[in-house]
């Protein structure tokens, strides 16, 4: 005689937080380097390439001078480090808790779907945001010089 299939049991709340803790934990660790060690300072970290090839400010300067002022508060000086950068920490923040919550409660976890049309936004708008932070009109965009 075959037994019934048994239904497994779903998998305890510290199972299912595992995975957004362990994001977390990835952030969390380079956050609190950067937040020590002051990207305004320099000598700390490698210039960036586009810039010194350029001689323009690429989407992601300033973003750990961004990630600094943010870990220390100052949400005005992340802003015009890389506004950009502290909008897209908002999204990914945003996400995360969502993450968290569906791997609390036991729900699906949330499914993001970016189409073709919705890339080709966020990429001319990354690329507006840097002429404009490189025009005289944005140099309020500009993270300062170190």
Known sequence: MNAAPT???PPSVTRRLGPPLTALAAV????????????????????????????????????LR?????AHGDFTGALHDNAV??????????????????????????????GGRRWALIVLLVVVFTVVRNSPVGAGLAPPAV
């Open 7 to 9: 239904a497994s049991a």
């Open 85 to 114: 950068a502290v909008l897209l920490f908002g999204v990914l923040g945003v996400l995360w808790l969502r993450w968290a919550w569906a791997a609390l409660t036991g729900g699906p976890a949330p499914r993001v779907a970016v």
């Open 66 to 70: 961004c990630v600094h002022a943010l």
């Open 28 to 63: 969390a660790v380079p956050t609190a380097y950067v937040a020590v060690v002051d990207p305004n300072s320099s000598g700390h970290y490698p210039d960036c390439p586009f810039l010194t090839a350029t001689g323009w400010w690429c989407p992601g300067c300033g973003g």
